[in-house]
T-cell receptor, first 121, second 113 residues
Framework: NAGVTQTPKFRVLKTGQSMTLLCAQD?????MYWYRQDPGMGLRLIHY???????AKGEVPDGYNVSRLKKQNFLLGLESAAPSQTSVYFC????????????????????FGPGTRLTVL | KQEVTQIPAALSVPEGENLVLNCSFT??????LQWFRQDPGKGLTSLLLIQSSQREQTSGRLNASLDKSSGRSTLYIAASQPGDSATYLC????????????FGKGTKLSVIP
């Protein structure tokens, strides 16, 4: 299994340009997430998806759009890039499993991709 | 709003020493807490996940404890090695139906040979 992969690894954009970051997972996970990591700010959730065809906003969704057309892929789009979007972007996935007693479902740990380093000039 | 704090921001120890990393959170109504490791220029690797009903989890030389009432978690690393050098992050999840992890800013650990 490749786990969670991200494409591309690096990208430089000019202000106003658009691009799409691709996240793919081969673990059949239901849940997928996009985070950004900035110095001094830690990791912050941008958008997430609880299943194919669904998306929801996280903590910092402005300026980004997402799509989950296939269960294994989660796309993050920047329609008009701004210098404030210079960051390292991480994708993650997780699943629900039954607890040991079988009474309830529990969320697994999140599995992260290697990241995409984006610079907007 | 949940706030997660990790102190110290950086820690340097000699090889072989046992050490404790700290994580505190302001809202004790958490669903679970995770500890991650991040190597420079890499993604995050999950180390341990503690459910809210658990007190601790162990994996090899790592032991994580959780005290919800005091809003604290610790990650204990036994017999540290240079390969343990990395940034360690903790993150809390607020509820079974919520997927928004709140991360601390991490503790950068350096283990000196």
């Amino acid at each position: 299994n490749a786990g969670v992969t991200q494409t591309p690894k690096f990208r430089v954009l000019k202000t106003g340009q658009s691009m799409t970051l691709l996240c793919a997972q081969d673990m059949n996970h239901e849940y997928m997430y996009w985070y950004r990591q900035d110095p001094g700010m830690g990791l912050r959730l941008i958008h997430y998806s609880v299943g194919e065809g669904t998306t929801a906003k996280g903590e910092v969704p402005d300026g980004y759009n997402v799509s989950r057309l296939k269960k294994q892929n989660f796309l993050l789009g920047l329609e008009s890039a701004a210098p404030s979007q210079t960051s390292v972007y991480f994708c993650a996935s997780s699943f629900l499993s039954w607890s040991a007693g079988g009474r309830d479902k529990r969320q697994s740990e999140q599995f992260f991709g290697p990241g995409t380093r984006l610079t907007v000039l | 709003k949940q706030e997660v704090t990790q102190i110290p921001a950086a820690l340097s120890v000699p090889e072989g020493e046992n050490l404790v990393l700290n994580c505190s959170f302001t809202d004790s109504a958490i669903y679970n807490l995770q500890w991650f490791r991040q190597d420079p220029g890499k993604g995050l690797t999950s180390l341990l996940l503690i459910q809210s009903s658990q007190r601790e989890q162990t994996s090899g030389r790592l032991n994580a404890s959780l005290d919800k009432s005091s809003g604290r978690s610790t990650l204990y690393i036994a017999a540290s090695q240079p390969g343990d050098s990395a940034t360690y992050l903790c993150a809390t999840s607020p509820g079974a139906g919520s997927y928004q992890l709140t991360f601390g800013k991490g503790t950068k650990l350096s283990v000196i040979p």
